[in-house]
């Protein structure tokens, strides 16, 4: 992405493959025609970061990207960590916790995009490439891991079916219930 400042309170994004499109971020709060939205995504992102002591602003953005979008490869995850980053950048002189950017981007997908999702997408994203995460603690221990496929023999090949997942949301929002449940019969709130 290239952004720059834009001197009010809306954020006008134009992404390459899609129609341009801009919110406005004085009032912060969850809106329903936004939900499933990019933009959704953009007013989440702006009100974590208020809620977390962050300075947010206006922008433009012009974006491009490789992930396919809806495809299960987290091109949620991966824009909501752009837009934290731009904000970081503009605005709080790039100063931004990659877990910290996570738990926000998370959240913005769970509350204003309206997707149940993990952590996982979020952190892989934020902090860049393969991370283990334990969730012993309320804070999560992240902790990024190294491995170089190429030297084991092994190659990526992500294939683009041209489906998408958009109707999974009670799928994947089933997986933390039926973990948790799992839980419960050890007596425990996780299990690690």
């Known amino acids: 992405a290239a952004a720059r400042e834009n001197g009010t309170n809306t954020v006008r994004i134009y992404s390459e493959?899609?129609?341009?499109?801009?919110?406005?971020?004085?009032?912060?709060?969850?809106?329903?025609?936004?939900v499933g939205t990019t933009a959704?995504?953009?007013?989440?992102?702006?009100?974590?970061?208020?809620?977390?002591?962050?300075?947010?602003?206006?922008?433009?953005?012009?974006?491009?990207?490789?992930?396919?979008s809806g495809s299960g490869l987290s091109s949620s995850a991966a824009f909501e960590i752009l837009i934290n980053k731009i904000f970081a950048c503009l605005f709080n002189a790039g100063d931004m916790d990659a877990a910290l950017s996570a738990r926000m981007a998370q959240k913005s997908e769970n509350?204003?995009?309206?997707?149940?999702?993990?952590?996982?997408?979020?952190?892989?994203?934020?902090?860049?490439?393969?991370?283990e995460i334990d969730f012993e603690k309320p804070q999560a221990q992240i902790d990024a891991l190294s491995y170089d496929f190429a030297?084991?023999?092994?190659?990526?090949?992500?294939?683009?079916t041209g489906s998408s997942h958009e109707d999974l949301t009670d799928?994947?929002?089933?997986?933390?219930?039926?973990?948790?449940?799992?839980?419960?019969?050890?007596?425990?709130?996780?299990?690690?």
Do not use: H, W
């Not at 204003?112 to 393969?130: E, I, R, W």
């Not at 030297?151 to 683009?160: C, D, N, Q, S, T």
């Open 17 to 34: 493959g899609y129609a341009p499109f801009s919110v406005e971020i004085q009032n912060l709060s969850p809106r329903n025609e936004e």
């Open 151 to 160: 030297a084991k023999g092994y190659e990526l090949a992500i294939v683009g």
């Open 111 to 131: 509350d204003y995009f309206g997707k149940p999702s993990g952590l996982m997408d979020q952190m892989a994203s934020s902090v860049g490439g393969m991370v």
């Open 40 to 68: 959704g995504i953009v007013r989440g992102c702006a009100a974590n970061l208020r809620e977390n002591g962050f300075r947010t602003g206006g922008f433009d953005a012009v974006i491009s990207s490789s992930v396919l």
């Open 171 to 192: 799928a994947y929002a089933a997986i933390p219930k039926e973990m948790k449940d799992v839980a419960r019969c050890f007596g425990q709130e996780k299990l690690r």
